[in-house]
């Protein structure tokens, strides 16, 4: 795709400058220079273009990861699928690392550990008060034995 983009883009601009070549025969100055304006009008597609293939690769690349994760996480496909919508749904069970995929990396966290059991805090969307400190708007909880087990047990909306 990126070949035929580029291909498409060279040609354009080529016709463009062969033209603005040919147009430049005529000396008059009532006439419009045609041949400029096709290259503005050139390279305005090549660049409407080249947006367009930037945003269909993306997003062939963002339905990968969710697939990917879908395929890791079977349970928990709904969720997953909110997340390609740009909403956070998360739900209780559910596995540390793909929390952190669908809200992204906490901002502050608490570790805590009682014998067999390790419980960690992790806050999320950082805001400062009106006297200039950091704060949280939520705080989602996780239980595990280690941190590779970590479930989540629940959640808090702090403001």
Not at 1 to 26: E, G
């Amino acid at each position: 795709m990126k070949k035929v983009y580029l291909i498409i883009c060279i040609l354009i601009i080529t016709i463009s400058f062969s033209l603005v070549a040919t147009s430049n025969d005529t000396t008059s100055d009532s006439d419009i220079d045609y041949g400029y304006v096709l290259i503005f009008f050139g390279l305005t597609i090549a660049i409407v273009a080249g947006v367009v293939f930037y945003q269909v690769n993306l997003t062939k690349k963002r339905k990968k990861i969710i697939e990917d994760k879908i395929k890791e996480y079977p349970e928990f496909e709904n969720e997953i699928r909110t997340k390609y919508k740009q909403s956070k749904a998360i739900s209780t069970d559910m596995p540390y690392d793909l929390v952190e995929f669908i809200l992204g990396k906490p901002g502050d966290t608490q570790e805590s550990f009682n014998g067999k059991i390790m419980k960690l805090k992790c806050f999320y969307g950082a805001f400062r008060n009106s006297r200039g400190n950091i704060n949280f708007s939520w705080r989602v909880d996780f239980e595990g034995t280690n941190r590779n087990d970590l479930k989540v047990k629940g959640w808090k909306q702090l403001k």
